[in-house]
């Protein structure tokens, strides 16, 4: 699939279609399943267990979205596996589990969370879970190093850069994400339009999404300087 259609084809369900942590998780298997249910892309976040499995989870620890304490980097995947998430019987899924749950019925973004001095790990654990999977699927990151190792790993996914902020410091830095060769961008809605996004759509010809959409004004911003939104909180 053309990496414009993977992402604008329909909008993205942040971290799946979860019901803001009430009964549906971010990040879970149910959240995925809703999203496919409505046909909603997922766009979904990545940090690296102890032995550099990677875990479907956007928090580096574990305090917030399950009952126990700790950093995701220091437990296992079997142990990860087996903490629930909280208030549900959901558990922490392993992006291998959570490309095989989704199977390609919907397309996938993949966020890659800064992981320090293992920023050469994860993208390595997510080029090889992606080896022959053959649905819509994309990956990014904030990190330009997360970027140029997942680019390294000689992986034919795309990728591309997530990004935010107005300032020229900001712009120029993101400008240097585009020697990596990356396919698209995902950008902050509240810092829209920008000379970046404005570059990056008309010169360059790439698709832009942005992130992350909960308002009536998030979508008509995204209409008018973008061509798909990542949302949350409401059914588009």
């Not at 992606?130 to 904030?142: D, R």
Request: proline content about 6%; aromatic content about 6%.
């Amino acid at each position: 699939m053309d990496i414009r259609d993977l992402l604008t084809a329909r909008p993205i369900a942040h971290r799946g279609l979860h019901d803001g942590n009430v009964h549906c998780m971010e990040n879970s298997l149910p959240a995925f399943e809703a999203a496919v249910n409505r046909d909603f892309a997922i766009e979904l976040d990545v940090q690296l267990s102890a032995d550099h499995v990677a875990m479907v989870f956007h928090d580096e620890s574990l305090d917030r979205l399950t009952g126990e304490s700790g950093l995701v980097a220091e437990r296992t995947a079997a142990e990860l596996r087996s903490v629930t998430l909280s208030g549900t019987d959901a558990c922490i899924p392993t992006l291998a589990e959570t490309l095989a749950f989704v199977s390609g019925r919907v397309p996938v973004v993949i966020e890659m969370k800064d992981n320090g001095d293992r920023n050469r790990q994860l993208p390595l654990a997510v080029a090889g879970d992606l080896v022959g999977y053959s649905g819509p699927v994309a990956v990014m990151s904030f990190d330009k190093q997360l970027l140029s190792h997942f680019r390294k790993s000689g992986s034919p996914v795309p990728f591309g850069l997530t990004a935010e902020g107005i300032g020229g410091p900001a712009l120029a830095e993101h400008e240097e994400a585009l020697k990596l060769g990356i396919s698209f961008v995902s950008y902050h809605v509240k810092a829209l339009p920008n000379a970046f996004v404005t570059r990056v759509r008309e010169d360059l010809g790439l698709p832009v999404i942005t992130w992350t959409v909960r308002t009536p004004e998030d979508v008509e911003t995204t209409r008018l300087h973008a061509d798909q939104m990542t949302f949350e909180g409401f059914i588009p």
